[in-house]
């Protein structure tokens, strides 16, 4: 008696997880997730600005900190407001400049992306390297 309570008690829970049918006829489209946009805490990108090869890197704590070469080129912090990477420099007054970038990016991968003055720029996701000026 206690294996049929067992066996009915299993049958009644794996009912109740099934889901339906879909009618015949009609097509279910799972809707996809919006992508999240990665944060780039923790990331280090190389591209040329001012003529000049930029290597960045943005530590855990949203502090950047970028050189072309040996030379300090700028530093500042990072934070992602809407969707958008944006990033204020302590060097100048230009305030905020906020970056629209795609989803994710690999390491060795590059990607075009354009500020919200207008400004584009082709930028390459390169292993992360803690710097210092």
């Known amino acids: 008696m206690k294996k049929l309570i067992a066996i009915c008690s299993i ?37 040329v600005m001012d003529g000049q090869e930029i290597i960045e890197s943005i530590d855990a704590d949203g502090n950047y900190i970028a050189n ?10 990072y934070v992602m407001v809407d969707g958008m990477q944006c990033f204020t420099s302590a060097m ?20 075009d992306i354009t500020s919200d003055q207008g400004e584009s720029l082709t930028v390459t996701r390169v292993a992360y390297e803690p710097l210092t000026m």
């Open 68 to 77: 072309a070469g040996d030379e300090h080129f700028d530093h500042g912090t």
């Open 11 to 47: 049958a009644a829970l794996a009912a109740c997880g099934s889901p339906e049918p879909a009618e015949e006829g009609v097509v279910v489209e799972d809707a996809e997730a919006p992508a999240e946009i990665m944060s780039l805490n923790e990331t280090s990108w190389t591209f």
């Open 92 to 111: 100048d007054d230009d305030g905020q400049v906020c970056w629209s970038t795609p989803a994710q990016v690999a390491v060795g991968e590059s990607m």
